[in-house]
């Protein structure tokens, strides 16, 4: 399984960005799939994650009402869609493929994910 990430870039605080992963392997829509976030000097941390079909979502507090995780199946992708940002949201995002894929828990920490694509740098500042 390979997946890989981009859309990143340097936005405004308040704007928008749209993340992207792209899954190639296995059985896309069978995947729970994640979205992480590393800043300098910070431990890896959850933003959202999405199972399968899609029927259930997770978010961290830090991030509800302003980011929106979907997918779409049939292009094997992921989406982050990102508003209101902060500079407090910058750090390398990640995308990631949980180990176990049964039922509609979609895992919230990093260890239970075993894919994980290469980062997008999301910089936010004026």
């Known amino acids: 399984v390979q997946l890989q990430a981009f859309g990143g870039g340097l936005v405004q605080p308040g704007g928008s960005l749209r993340l992207s992963c792209v899954v190639s392997?296995?059985?896309?829509?069978?995947?729970?799939m994640g979205w992480f976030r590393q800043a300098p000097g910070n431990e890896r941390e959850f933003v959202a994650a999405?199972?399968?079909?899609?029927?259930?979502?997770n978010y961290a507090d830090s991030v509800k009402g302003r980011f929106t995780i979907s997918r779409d199946n049939a292009k094997n992708t992921v989406y982050l869609q990102m508003n209101s940002l902060k500079p407090e949201d910058t750090a390398v995002y990640y995308c990631?493929?949980?180990?176990?894929?049964?039922?509609?828990?979609?895992?919230?920490?990093?260890?239970?994910?075993?894919?994980w694509g290469q980062g997008t740098l999301v910089t936010v500042s004026s």
């Open positions: 990631a493929v949980a180990r176990s894929n049964t039922g509609t828990y979609v895992p919230l920490w990093a260890s239970e994910y075993g894919y």
């Open positions: 392997g296995g059985t896309f829509s069978l995947y729970h």
């Open positions: 999405i199972s399968g079909s899609g029927g259930s979502i």
